[in-house]
């Protein structure tokens, strides 16, 4: 069963969206530049200046210019040209289109993976420049379902005329992307177990979600422009970033965006580059060393400690009136980071490195193993078949459409011998005949390391319960070893424990 919850008032959050735009200076010969564009390209190629691979560099660069175009005449004043030349340079500064990640095989090959991943789907989106047609924008797709590379490679374009108020790709409509993407990847819609699919950049930025209000005119010519300046573009059925495995082993190296300067220390506000390395496929587990500091995980420890107690355990329906010490002998305590202005750039920071919002997770929790004590295997996911006589619970996940999605486990020390990690069902394994939930013997063991921190999700890139991220805590055998360690639950849904401040 997971571990208790901490019990709080629950109040209504929301999804960060990314809005995008580009300034553009106003196009009045729009065919003589294409022109131009079309004759430079023929020189280049006769001087063996452009080979394909900088010829499609050399297209997005082009294609960039006309994301955000305006309707204008040859007749346009200078002060007509001048003030919407400021309008657009003061949109501009507001709003920041996300990278391009063109879909080369050394990009692809950062996602795509050996074996379908179910609800996860990876799509190639591409701007094409049209010399023939002034007025028209097609936008070109090819799809890999559940991240796999398919056996038949078939593409899909959508073609949409330029309006008054925009010619460039914003004149596509986004329900009419939204309605190929349904079809062509199979994606569900939002249901009483399923959270609203979601689109997001290779590196886990939101761009938009399957309920999204999405306005004709400025807000589609975001979302379009953001879809197309990204280039490669992730689909999540479950609505919700992981960080995509690919194969164990493989390692990612990432930027934390700058954490809140809640402790006046210029050092926790730089952007910090980390490694994530994949332990595990199945289940997905992933490891980032030296996420915290030596002195945060002290102070952590050191702020816990009075308030230590002996764990309990939120009890299935079979298995009302047993002691939690029956599966767990650990110490812990629920510690909020509002007062504390290092737990607080440690929660923005762990919101960066899961791409989910900070009001998604619950509050911390400080754990303590001595001599001997341990977590038997359990999961952390609430199944709502186990809690039908416990309204609280039920109400709390809504009958199974929100729950546990990911766990950031943070270990505070190191040890030496004994209190790893445990997950069973490795390597989609099945667990051996007679199998007891304190073993220990047999699955990935994670060992404890000071300052490192691993995420392992329970539920899947669908939104459904990951039967196999059962995990354990093995019981510290070193005599003067202490095991401490923290986590942060974070849910598929923002739940009102912490706030977006």
Known sequence: MPPKKEATKTKNGGLSKLSATVSASPQTHKSTNSLHIFVAIISFFALGVLSPPSLHAFRHAATQLDFLSSSSSSS??????????????????????????????????????????PGLHIVCIESLLDF?????????????QNAIRPKLYQRKKITARGTKHDNGVGSIDWNEVKHLMVNE??????????????????????????????????????ILQALVSSGMVLVFQGGNWRWPGVREGFQRNIELSPTLDFTND???????????ETLSMTPLVVSIKGFLTDQEC??????????????????KDAD???????????????IHSDADPILK??????????????????????????????????????????YQSDKNTMNLIENGKKNRFATVFWYLTTVKEGGETIFPHYGNK??????????????????????KVIIFYSLDARGQMDTLSLHGACPVIGEDDIKWAANKWIWSAPMGFTSDD
């Not at 200078?78 to 003030?83: G, S, T």
């Not at 102070?299 to 764990?311: D, K, N, R, V």
Request: with cysteine.
């Open 76 to 117: 346009a004043s200078a002060d007509d040209v001048k003030e919407e030349a400021q309008s657009s340079s003061s949109s501009a500064t507001s709003l920041q289109l996300p990278p391009h990640t063109p879909c080369t095989s050394s990009n692809l090959g950062n996602y795509i993976h050996d074996t379908p991943v």
């Open 132 to 144: 023939d047609a002034d007025d028209s924008n097609t936008l070109r797709f090819a799809f890999f």
């Open 185 to 222: 990847l199979r994606l569900m819609p939002e249901g009483p177990r399923q959270q609203p699919w979601a689109v997001f950049t290779p590196l886990g930025e939101r761009i938009v979600g399957e309920n999204d209000v999405v306005s004709t005119g400025e807000s589609n010519a975001q």
């Open 266 to 276: 210029s050092t926790t506000t730089a952007k910090r580059n980390i490694t994530i």
């Open 298 to 315: 002290d102070h952590i420890a050191e702020l816990a400690g009075p308030h230590m107690q002996y764990s309990g355990v939120s009890l």
């Open 320 to 334: 009302k009136g047993k002691a939690a010490s029956n599966w767990r002998t650990s110490q812990s305590a629920f």
């Open 345 to 386: 750039a440690i929660d923005h920071r762990t919101a960066s490195l899961t791409r989910i919002p900070k009001a998604h997770q619950e509050v911390l929790q400080v754990l303590r193993y001595g001599t001997s004590e341990k977590y038997d295997a359990h999961h952390d996911y609430f199944d709502p078949k186990d």
């Open 430 to 451: 099945p667990l051996p005949r007679g199998y007891v939930h304190s073993d220990c013997t047999s699955g990935l063991k994670v060992k404890p390391q000071k300052g």
